[in-house]
């Protein structure tokens, strides 16, 4: 969904750097979410963002950080980089529900290898 | 816990042929349900979704679903398959009525792997 944009899309470090992926979307949507897609295990939540004062921890936030620097932006950050952490990396938005109805809309993803 | 099931990790069809993509759930309460579509270098779009109402939901480029609560499915379907429907399918599932935070949040299944041959 072009409304939804990562940076960079690919992006190849070594074991121990820093890195932040970031992503910002034109939908003006208030939730984000970050996901890891690995090979044969669908998607994992990795952190969500209800609104800029809100930051949660998905089922795997080990070793992930992240910022809500506006309601437009959100960036993930690996504070020291492992080969484990290799993935593909996607960013969502949903609007606010009161139901639990909202669709999550999705970027195109950010290939990381850590070497 | 809420989880999903996507029994078959490669689903092989023939052009014109109908097309099913099997999910099931479990959630403690009732679920929401949704099915996502990834093409190659491209992120997971929207299909359709299960709220409430109709069994049956329909949802883009022709794609339809079933929610069957006695067999806890929600299987995608197509009457006639394209070459172009080739992808990597994910349905997800969400509880109602989730007794903590973060079963508010979607999960996904491992996903199928779709291959229309012309």
Redesign the interface.
Known sequence: DADVTQTPRNRITKTGKRIMLECSQTKGHDRMYWYRQDPGLGLQLIYYSFDVKDINKGEISDGYSVSRQAQAKFSLSLESAIPNQTALYFCATSEATSGGTDTQYFGPGTRLTVL | AQS?AQPE?QVNVAEGNPLTVKCTYSVSGNP?L?W?VQYP??????LL?Y?TGDNLVKGSYGFEAEFNKSQTSFHLKKPSALVSDSALY?CAV?D?R?KY??A???T????TQLTVLP
Do not use: A, E, M, T
């Not at chain 2, 270098?41 to 929207?46: A, E, I, P, S, T």
């Not at chain 2, 996904?108 to 996903?111: A, E, K, P």
């Open positions: 999903v990790d929401y949704f996502y270098n491209r992120g997971l779009q929207f979704k709220i994910f969400r109602i989730p935070g973060s508010r949040q979607l996904f299944g491992s996903g």
